[in-house]
Antibody, heavy 117, light 107 residues
Framework: EVQLVESGGGLVQPGRSLKLSCAAS????????MAWVRQAPKKGLEWVAT????????YYPDSVKGRFTISRDNAKSSLYLQMNSLKSEDTATYYC??????????WGQGVMVTVSS | DIQMTQSPASLSASLGETVSIECLAS??????LAWYQQKSGKSPQLLIY???RLQDGVPSRFSGSGSGTRYSLKISGMQPEDEADYFC?????????FGSGTKLEIK
């Protein structure tokens, strides 16, 4: 059974940093692109980052480029999101997701990040 | 970026009723369109990919259609468990973008 379990969320002040983790199991992690998708409270879904199977290629939207870094450790079947210079508009539930060409086929339960002073 | 305009924003349906949700892309996306269901307090689940292909385990009352810039999700016979938010998403071009969502409730 595919499982994605996020951790590392919490309350952080504007301008500070936070690192999210996602532990994957039930599939060969190194064979798949992985992504982070976020959802602000009562809002829609926003793609945040994608990483290739080896980690050599990463993709970001303009809203987080230069502030967020996605990475992975295939030996540990783990995905990470380093978030720097956080802003109030980064407040959201962050989902780890397995990404196929056809879409995001498995999602974690999500972890809440609140950016507030 | 490709904009995905989803409609309606909300609708209510009676049990057994057939409902449709639409997504309009700002440019052609060559059927690279997925639909997700998100129940209250849960993470999204992939329902349909490539515009019309049903993800494994999804009931056959769900179907997708469309081409070019216009796509739709149909639920043939509303069930209580179908009460949820629904989102479309294009994977034709980076960045992947989502529609704003449709809240489906039971009447």
């Amino acid at each position: 059974e595919v499982q994605l379990v996020e951790s590392g969320g919490g309350l952080v002040q504007p301008g500070r940093s936070l690192k999210l983790s996602c532990a994957a199991s039930g599939f060969t992690f190194s064979n798949y692109y992985m992504a982070w998708v976020r959802q602000a409270p009562k809002k829609g879904l926003e793609w945040v980052a994608t990483i290739s199977t080896s980690g050599s290629r990463t993709y970001y939207p303009d809203s987080v480029k230069g502030r967020f870094t996605i990475s992975r450790d295939n030996a540990k079947s783990s995905l990470y999101l380093q978030m720097n210079s956080l802003k109030s508009e980064d407040t959201a539930t962050y989902y780890c997701a397995r990404q196929l060409i056809r879409g995001f086929d498995y999602w974690g339960q999500g972890v809440m990040v609140t950016v507030s002073s | 970026d490709i904009q995905m305009t989803q409609s309606p924003a909300s609708l209510s349906a009676s049990l057994g009723e057939t409902v449709s949700i639409e997504c309009l892309a700002s440019e052609g996306i060559s059927n690279d369109l997925a639909w997700y269901q998100q129940k209250s307090g849960k993470s999204p689940q992939l329902l349909i990919y490539a515009a019309s292909r049903l993800q494994d385990g999804v009931p056959s009352r769900f179907s997708g259609s469309g081409s070019g810039t216009r796509y739709s999700l149909k639920i043939s016979g509303m069930q209580p468990e179908d009460e949820a938010d629904y989102f479309c998403q294009q994977s034709y071009k980076y960045p992947p973008t989502f529609g704003s969502g449709t809240k489906l409730e039971i009447k």
